[in-house]
């Protein structure tokens, strides 16, 4: 393949650019485009060259491709000779000189207002496409798809005798693993390429698919802007596997527009950074914070964080502004910006603003440290950090209410989980039971559960021919009616039509996808990654086989595995045999990381569809779609659903929730989260109250089953005697003895001292008079010089005061009388205010 594209003669950009030889540009996406355009275009001649050849001469050449009846053959005859007679009244040497004079690439009409009554035996467009076909004629795009053929890469590659590289590029493309419709509309596109740009196959580069993408945008209706966005995609895939395209190329034509990984700098420069010194001293931190093993995606916000919502914001506020030394004004108007977001509901506290500020505080104190050790490079940005300790006193109190907010959120989302459930099997059920009597019923008309259905058939007027008649518009839905045979049914007392293999295949995967999240509790990242080779089994020692579904590490480096439970293996199962019914094996695609931006390596994933033109994994973003869209039809049928949204991470919390509240040690439930710390593990659990008293109750029957089955004896009258004196004689002078059942006392009854007493509050004055005796104790114990006794009567005392202090501070306080208040006359001053 040559790795030099060339431009359409139709499409070049007007004005300086379009000299021979200069190069022109063009953006789509995140990709610029960049293609040099040949000054003379030679057009390939796979015919010979027929661009002043008589009309006898077309018609022979058109004739000796694509054989077909007589009759058809004398239709593909007149339909070129009116064409060329309607060229013949404009000047020009060469058929393409004669089309340019025609005036019909300006002109606002379509070609196929020539055609004459639907009964003719030719078409004008049928003529158009022939030529085109031919290699006589180069249109613009905006006209040959006004003006060809429905089927005009039929009769476009059948023309090109000897490009073998196209040969085996559509055989190729008609053996992809995608629908039928995608690959109609792949050769078409492919053989616009070819005409509008005037190359032989072997000539396709990545710079011309891209520019056909664009090219196709630009003449696109609004309702087939989105479709469109990745024409081609098809065609690169198969150039790319094999080798075709110049080394570097990106794997897919996705990675090709929205761009792959940037280097910080790029990120950096993304935000517009007015001071260099800055920059650069950004590129160089986050650079060096990189180097530590940091993700792609950490990266990113790591350089979000600082460039976007700490220095550009200072910029805004203080222009002048050139190094890290902020003065209160301007860090209180930072803080002042930062604290909310603007949403379309107006401005809302930011809930991230306390690791804003601690990502924040950590490039000035990282600085700070690196300039000890560099002190040529960090020390000249050595600055005293702006935030203070204290301005992060909150992020405990703020973690707290976010898990606050979390569990409730899990509370409120666990009793409708199970009518989720129910609603997203009866949905996937009653669409494979349509589906099913759809294909396999005789008639237009078909019942299935009590309910009537027809099927709607496309209008016989749709059908096409190579040679002309009637036709569809290229890209109608009626023309995706009869080629694809999309099947559409309706209810035969009215009601919405329904395209019931999209809806089966919708309400399939929304079903595997909540079954899969609910029953193991991944990540949506670890659902998407799951693949054929996820599947193992293990047998034990007694000749059991258990399934286990191997989970590929998203958010950690860790790789675990999942004992799957019936219900999940059969999900898996279903999910594995769709996806080989049609072609005996998983396909091996390529994953687009959105968060690492980059491509996995090809594998087997099981959550692969059809994705326009290709076959690829589905995003996150189609994941929270679907669980979000059955949820607003679960609204529908059950108030209580309303405004009530689920999403992929809430059936992780759920599960853990699950998990942990039925028993399951944490350090297990931990396990199968994939969590590195039980900590992470308990801020997913969301603890109910009656759990609470329920699992206490079961610890205390746990315990009591191990304990020996003699302690459970009956006990006897003297036993029984014995447990009642012990309790009796725990009652002393000053309160209760708290001692344990079976235990002396351990003081010798110094009660005093003991630190088992209970004191009762009414006995204080009793502990007032024995502190007064011990006072005369210590008096007689000093006269007479008993130092032993002294020590002794001391530490009584201390011990007396501090049981008596507690008791005073612990007794009951009664009802505080207040004063009725008194208002003050208007007209009385005021005394001296206080601050």
């Given at each position: 393949m040559s790795t030099t594209g060339v431009w359409s003669r139709r499409e070049a950009p007007q004005g300086d650019d379009t000299r021979p030889g200069s190069p022109s540009k063009k953006s789509w996406g995140s990709a610029e485009i960049v293609e040099p355009r040949a000054p003379q275009p030679r057009l390939p001649q796979p015919l010979g060259d027929l661009r002043s050849a008589s009309v006898e001469a077309l018609v022979s050449a058109a004739c000796s491709v694509l054989p077909r009846s007589a009759t058809q053959l004398d239709k593909r005859a007149r339909s070129i000779r009116r064409f060329t007679e309607h060229l013949s009244t404009f000047p020009g040497d060469t058929w393409q000189q004669r089309w340019d004079a025609s005036g019909w690439e300006t002109s606002t009409s379509a070609l196929a207002s020539l055609n004459p009554a639907p009964a003719a035996s030719w078409t004008m467009t049928s003529g158009f496409s022939w030529l085109v076909a031919l290699r006589v004629l180069v249109p613009s795009l905006r006209?040959?798809?006004?003006?060809?053929?429905?089927?005009?890469?039929?009769?476009?590659?059948?023309?090109?005798?000897?490009?073998?590289?196209?040969?085996?590029?559509?055989?190729?493309?008609?053996?992809?693993?995608?629908?039928?419709?995608?690959?109609?509309?792949?050769?078409?596109?492919?053989?616009?390429?070819?005409?509008?740009?005037?190359?032989?196959?072997?000539?396709?580069?990545?710079?011309?698919?891209?520019?056909?993408?664009?090219?196709?945008?630009?003449?696109?209706?609004?309702?087939?802007?989105?479709?469109?966005?990745?024409?081609?995609?098809?065609?690169?895939?198969?150039?790319?596997?094999?080798?075709?395209?110049?080394?570097?190329?990106?794997?897919?034509?996705?990675?090709?527009?929205?761009?792959?990984?940037?280097?910080?700098?790029?990120?950096?420069?993304?935000?517009?950074?007015?001071?260099?010194g800055v920059r650069q001293l950004l590129i160089d931190y986050i650079t060096h914070r990189g180097a530590l093993g940091m993700d792609y995606s950490t990266l990113s916000r790591l350089v979000r964080a600082l460039t976007r919502n700490f220095w550009c914001v200072i910029e805004r506020m203080n222009p002048d502004q050139s190094n890290l030394d902020l003065d209160e004004t301007t860090y209180e108007a930072w803080r002042s910006e930062i604290d909310t977001v603007q949403t379309p509901e107006g401005l809302r506290?930011?809930?991230?603003?306390?690791?804003?500020?601690?990502?924040?505080?950590?490039?000035?104190?990282?600085?700070?440290?690196?300039?000890?050790?560099?002190?040529?490079?960090?020390?000249?940005?050595?600055?005293?950090?702006?935030?203070?300790?204290?301005?992060?006193?909150?992020?405990?109190?703020?973690?707290?209410?976010?898990?606050?907010?979390?569990?409730?959120?899990?509370?409120?989302?666990?009793?409708?989980?199970?009518?989720?459930?129910?609603h997203v099997v009866a949905v996937r059920d009653q669409m494979s039971a349509l589906l099913a009597a759809a294909e396999s019923s005789a008639g237009a008309e078909?019942?299935?559960?009590?309910?009537?259905?027809?099927?709607?058939?496309?209008?016989?007027?749709?059908?096409?021919?190579?040679?002309?008649?009637?036709?569809?518009?290229?890209?109608?839905?009626?023309?995706?009616?009869?080629?694809?045979?999309?099947?559409?049914?309706?209810?035969?007392?009215?009601?919405?039509?329904?395209?019931?293999?999209?809806?089966?295949?919708?309400?399939?995967?929304?079903?595997?996808?909540?079954?899969?999240?609910?029953?193991?509790?991944?990540?949506?990242?670890?659902?998407?990654?799951?693949?054929?080779?996820s599947v193992r089994q293990y047998r034990r020692s007694n000749g059991e086989v258990v399934a286990l579904l191997v989970v590929s590490p998203s958010k950690t480096d860790r790789e675990r595995v999942i004992p799957m439970s019936p219900e999940l293996l059969h999900v898996i199962a279903q999910v594995i045999r769709r996806q080989t019914d049609k072609l005996g094996a998983i396909p091996l695609v390529h994953r687009w990381d959105p968060h690492e931006r980059?491509?996995?390596?090809?594998?087997?994933?099981?959550?692969?569809?059809?994705?326009?033109?290709?076959?690829?994994?589905?995003?996150?973003?189609?994941?929270?779609?679907?669980?979000?869209?059955?949820?607003?039809?679960?609204?529908?049928?059950?108030p209580q659903f309303q405004g009530l949204t689920f999403t992929p991470h809430d059936f992780r919390r759920l599960f853990a929730t699950d998990l942990v509240n039925n028993g399951l040690p944490i350090h297990i439930g931990a396990a199968l989260l994939g969590h590195a710390s039980l900590q992470t593990t308990r801020g997913y659990v969301a603890v109910f109250d009656e759990d609470v008293v329920r699992h206490y109750q079961l610890h205390l029957t746990r315990r009591r089953q191990l304990r020996p089955k003699e302690e459970y004896r009956r006990t006897s009258a003297q036993e029984w005697h014995e447990f009642e004196e012990h309790f009796d004689k725990r009652k002393v002078e000053l309160g209760g003895c708290g001692r344990p059942y079976g235990t002396p006392c351990a003081h010798e009854h110094a009660c005093v001292r003991c630190p088992m007493l209970h004191v009762e509050p009414q006995m204080v004055p009793r502990m007032d008079e024995i502190e007064a005796d011990l006072l005369a104790r210590q008096e007689r114990a000093v006269a007479e010089g008993w130092h032993g006794e002294i020590e002794g009567i001391e530490v009584t005392l201390d011990h007396l005061r501090s049981k008596r202090e507690r008791v005073t501070r612990l007794r009951p306080v009664g009802p505080v009388a207040l004063p009725s208040p008194v208002l003050r006359p208007t007209d009385e001053p005021r005394g001296p205010q206080t601050r």
């Open positions: 006209v040959l798809r006004t003006g060809a053929i429905s089927d005009f890469f039929k009769i476009f590659i059948g023309s090109q005798r000897g490009d073998d590289d196209l040969a085996a590029l559509t055989a190729a493309i008609e053996a992809a693993p995608v629908s039928a419709k995608s690959r109609h509309q792949t050769l078409t596109d492919l053989s616009y390429m070819l005409a509008i740009q005037a190359i032989p196959a072997s000539d396709i580069t990545p710079g011309g698919l891209m520019h056909l993408g664009l090219a196709l945008r630009e003449v696109s209706t609004a309702r087939d802007k989105n479709t469109r966005k990745l024409a081609g995609a098809l065609v690169w895939q198969v150039l790319f596997d094999a080798g075709k395209f110049p080394e570097g190329t990106p794997v897919t034509m996705r990675i090709a527009t929205v761009g792959g990984r940037k280097s910080v700098a790029e990120m950096v420069d993304s935000y517009g950074v007015s001071n260099a506290p930011r809930q991230s603003v306390w690791d804003l500020l601690i990502t924040v505080r950590a490039l000035y104190l990282d600085i700070q440290s690196w300039a000890i050790e560099d002190p040529a490079r960090w020390g000249p940005w050595v600055a005293r950090c702006p935030i203070p300790p204290i301005a992060s006193r909150g992020y405990s109190a703020g973690r707290r209410r976010q898990a606050e907010r979390i569990a409730d959120r899990t509370r409120t989302r666990q009793p409708m989980l199970e009518i989720l459930v129910e078909f019942e299935v559960n009590g309910v009537r259905y027809l099927r709607v058939a496309p209008p016989p007027s749709a059908a096409k021919n190579p040679d002309g008649g009637p036709r569809a518009r290229p890209g109608s839905a009626l023309e995706r009616e009869t080629e694809t045979g999309v099947l559409r049914i309706q209810p035969a007392d009215g009601g919405p039509t329904i395209e019931i293999q999209g809806e089966e295949a919708r309400t399939f995967w929304t079903w595997a996808i909540v079954e899969v999240l609910r029953l193991t509790g991944m990540r949506h990242e670890e659902l998407l990654e799951l693949s054929h080779l980059q491509h996995t390596e090809a594998m087997p994933f099981l959550f692969q569809r059809n994705r326009g033109h290709t076959t690829g994994v589905m995003s996150p973003t189609t994941v929270a779609r679907m669980i979000r869209r059955m949820c607003q039809e679960v609204a529908e049928r059950y």
